[in-house]
């Protein structure tokens, strides 16, 4: 990977942290917000593959842990797993439509809050209600801005050729 392309995701995911930190707060509807850091992540991985992806969840995770002292390592886990496994669906490796982009950040989702809530312990009927009342919506609410996203994106790339 150039230095270039280095930069230009290192700028993506931390710019996805701030917002996630300061201005998602602000779109939150009954605690339900959406979850910028796996829409980045999902970018990464699907450009730079396993090993970058890889290395972007576990930079997102360790600074998102710093804020999350009960689970601690549950988002480093989760994040770093998921973009490793999205990074097998490299751009270079196989084509990526928009619509399978936002399956594989559907897929990204709900693998991420499964591991998350595993690793952080949660068992039983708590497991199940975050997995409905939290998960669930959460994923909806983050599905319909990271299709935007990968929408205006892949116009962006197509503009750019």
């Known amino acids: 990977m150039n230095v270039r392309g280095f930069m230009l995701d290192f700028l993506i995911l931390t710019g996805a942290l701030v917002l996630q930190q300061t201005v998602v707060s602000w779109f939150s509807t009954g605690g339900i917000r959406p979850d910028l850091l796996v829409i980045a992540l999902t970018a990464v991985a699907l450009r730079r593959g396993p090993v970058a ?74 497991f199940r209600d975050a997995l409905l009342f939290q998960s669930l919506p959460s994923a909806v609410y983050t599905l319909v801005l990271g299709a935007l996203v990968f929408y205006f994106a892949v116009g962006f790339k197509a503009r750019e050729n």
């Open 53 to 126: 992806g890889l290395y972007a969840g576990v930079y997102l995770g360790l600074i998102q842990d710093v804020y999350a002292v009960e689970a601690m390592g549950a988002n480093v886990l989760a994040k770093a797993v998921v973009g490793y496994a999205l990074g097998f669906f490299e751009e270079k490796v196989m084509k990526v439509m928009a619509a399978t982009r936002v399956f594989l950040l559907a897929s990204a989702l709900i693998l991420h809050d499964l591991i998350f809530y595993m690793a952080a312990g949660y068992r039983g009927l708590f």
